[in-house]
């Protein structure tokens, strides 16, 4: 059986590889909600992302409880880790009263689920915070500044793998776009020539005409210069004008 510190080791190693070719970011996040539980004094965890419009999602959690207890906080708009978010600070209260006023609704929900206590820390790097982890306890009171400062580096950890993968995924995406546009590009040529030789127009107005066609019918220049290219558009065709209902 793992010590503690073997587990926090193995944690740290976990929450920071997310260059492997199969990553998968919905069991990355079970894994830093299950193990903030198992190493800190929490009962449960729950952790929400932003989207790319800055809306909140629950995205895991240790328990159905935690998960429960997030998506009451996004329904209601209430709850530390949308003040988390909000302020990309960690949120805490020191008890229930404290609770109570700053989350009325959440609060009683809170207690209705056995918990009586929660708090958020936010998951950030530098000025970007694209989510918050919330860990709940079913006694009253805060967590230790030691454990809130493991969670935090968690939490930290995590944040630098996601915003890294999500970057890589980017540059992908970036590369894939370029790729199809370079493809699309001689295609487009091989096409223009084609056209430009079949008809005996020049190859500006042979590129104007296929232009011309595509725009009139909706269709994308690339589809078009593949269609050229295959003959299954004619050259008369191209001429035509669309007829109209």
Not at 150 to 166: F, H, K, S
Request: with cysteine; aromatic share 4%.
């Amino acid at each position: 059986m793992m010590s503690r510190e073997q587990l926090l080791a193995s944690t740290f190693v976990d929450l920071a590889d997310t260059l492997v070719a199969d990553f998968d970011v919905i069991d990355f996040l079970h894994t830093l909600a299950a193990r903030s539980v198992q190493l800190l004094d929490a009962d449960a965890a729950g952790i929400m992302l932003a989207d790319a419009h800055g809306d909140l999602h629950v995205m895991a959690s240790s328990a159905e409880e935690a998960r429960l207890l997030e998506l009451y906080e996004l329904q209601n708009n209430e709850g530390p880790c949308l003040d988390c978010f909000r302020s990309g600070h960690p949120v805490a209260e020191e008890d229930l009263s404290a609770m109570r006023t700053a989350w009325p609704v959440f609060t009683l929900r809170l207690r209705q689920l056995g918990y009586h206590s929660a708090e958020a820390l936010p998951m950030r790097l530098r000025n970007e915070t694209i989510g918050a982890l919330n860990l709940f306890r079913v006694r009253p009171g805060r967590l230790s500044e030691a454990d809130l400062g493991i969670g935090q580096a968690m939490a930290d950890v995590a944040t630098v793998g996601l915003i890294q993968e999500r970057a890589i995924a980017s540059r992908e995406l970036l590369a894939t776009q370029l790729q199809t546009a370079l493809t699309s590009r001689v295609q487009l040529e091989q096409a223009k020539g084609m056209l430009a030789q079949r008809t005996g127009l020049p190859m500006d107005q042979a590129f104007q005409l296929m232009r011309a066609f595509a725009r009139s019918r909706n269709h994308r220049l690339s589809d078009v210069a593949a269609q050229i290219i295959s003959r299954s558009i004619d050259d008369d065709q191209l001429r035509q004008r669309p007829h109209r209902p």
